[in-house]
Structures are given as C-alpha cells and as structure tokens.
T-cell receptor, first 112, second 112 residues
Framework: EDKVVQSPLSLVVHEGDTVTLNCSYEVTNFRSLLWYKQEKKAPTFLFMLTSSGIEKKSGRLSSILDKKELFSILNITATQTGDSAIYLC????????????FGKGTKLTVNP | DAGVIQSPRHEVTEMGQEVTLRCKPISGHNSLFWYRQTMMRGLELLIYFNNNVPIDDSGMPEDRFSAKMPNASFSTLKIQPSEPRDSAVYFCATGQGNSPLHFGNGTRLTVT
C-alpha cells in the first residue's frame, strides 16, 4: 500500500531557529513529491519535486528530494511566527495531480 | 480567479440527518477530488472525478457516502444518514494536468 510518512508530528521552536521537516515515501510509479502548508484553512502549495538532488527554494523555505533513499526534507531558516502551520507532504500515485497520498503532517509552532 | 469554492463553511447536524457539501471548482480544471481530514487519520482521499466522470471511489467509507459531478462547475458530496464519526473537515480540491492541486477552504462538519 502506498504511504507517506512525516516526522516529527509536531515541533515547537523559537523565532530565528532553523527547522528541518522530514518526509519518507513508498509509492508505486513514483513521479513527484509535493509540499503544502496548511494554516487555518486550505492547504496551499509550496513545492513540487521530481528530480533527486536539485534544491527548490522560495525565500526562507527550501526543499530537496532523494529518490534513492525515498525521502524529502523541507528546511525553513530564520523562522517567524507566521511560519506556524501544518506542513503536509504528498505524492501522486500516477504522477501529476491524480490521487495524492498525504502524510499526516508536521505541526510547526514558532514562538516569539 | 476566486479559487475553489466550498459551501457551507460549517455544518452542525444531528445524527441521522442528511448532509450535502458543495464544491465549485476553478474554471478549466478537469480533475476534482474530495478529501476528508481528521486529527487521527490526516487527509484521506474519498473520491475523484476527471472530466466529470468518477474515476476512483475506493476511498468512500461506506454506502452512506455518495458524490456527484453533474457538470464541470459543480460537485456535491452527500452523507445520508450522518453519524458522529463523520465529523471532520471535508476538502474539495481541483487540478489540471500535472499542475499541483488547489484546495478549497473546506467544510467543517460536526455531527452530534
């Protein structure tokens, strides 16, 4: 059965800290891995990763994929209280947007 | 673009009542997904449609759940009769081709 596992389940840090969120996967016909951020409402898209070793970056957030070891990490540097959210990792079973399998998420709390 | 629009935002109902959740996809998106999110199980795919046709409903928990997509701009998820264990946040998400999914703000369902 396809699955995506995230760790840790929750994390509490202080503003300015750097955090690393982990995502491992076992998905048949793997094509890509996606990261979403969920604050109070809808998950919003952060990154889509398809190639090993190529870092994707957006401001203080970056992510990388290791297709050999079947995992991805999401890094957030110089965290701010606005980074507090649930970070979700997902992989589509057949590539593209079809049938995303989600991890349970990492709840990040950034304290002032 | 108004994004994926779901209604109602909140629904509180008594056990045994029928519940209908609604979704208006982003114009031009040809895939539509219904997800359910709980603390225990995270985001679970219930059913997805492609070009208004149900492709995979294997995630629908039981016969009490049904979903329709009568046209490209509207979908419903119905629970009849509802039970307390159905309490969750129900998300509709839509996509086009290999683009990442866009989520609605969800409907928080409470069945007492």
């Amino acid at each position: 059965e396809d699955k995506v596992v995230q760790s840790p389940l929750s994390l509490v840090v202080h503003e300015g800290d750097t955090v690393t969120l982990n995502c491992s996967y076992e998905v048949t016909n793997f094509r890509s891995l996606l990261w979403y951020k969920q604050e109070k409402k809808a998950p919003t898209f952060l990154f889509m990763l398809t190639s090993s070793g190529i870092e994707k970056k957006s401001g203080r957030l970056s992510s990388i994929l290791d297709k050999k070891e079947l995992f991805s990490i999401l890094n957030i540097t110089a965290t701010q209280t606005g980074d507090s959210a649930i970070y979700l990792c997902a992989a589509p079973k057949q590539g593209g947007s079809e049938k995303l399998v989600f991890g349970k998420g990492t709840k990040l709390t950034v304290n002032p | 673009d108004a994004g994926v629009i779901q209604s109602p935002r909140h629904e509180v109902t008594e056990m045994g009542q029928e519940v209908t959740l609604r979704c208006k996809p982003i114009s031009g998106h040809n895939s539509l997904f219904w997800y359910r999110q709980t603390m225990m199980r995270g985001l679970e795919l219930l059913i997805y449609f492609n070009n208004n046709v149900p492709i995979d409903d294997s995630g629908m928990p039981e016969d009490r759940f049904s979903a329709k997509m009568p046209n490209a701009s509207f979908s419903t998820l119905k629970i009849q009769p509802s039970e307390p264990r159905d309490s969750a946040v129900y998300f509709c998400a839509t996509g086009q081709g290999n683009s990442p999914l866009h989520f609605g703000n969800g409907t928080r369902l409470t069945v007492t």
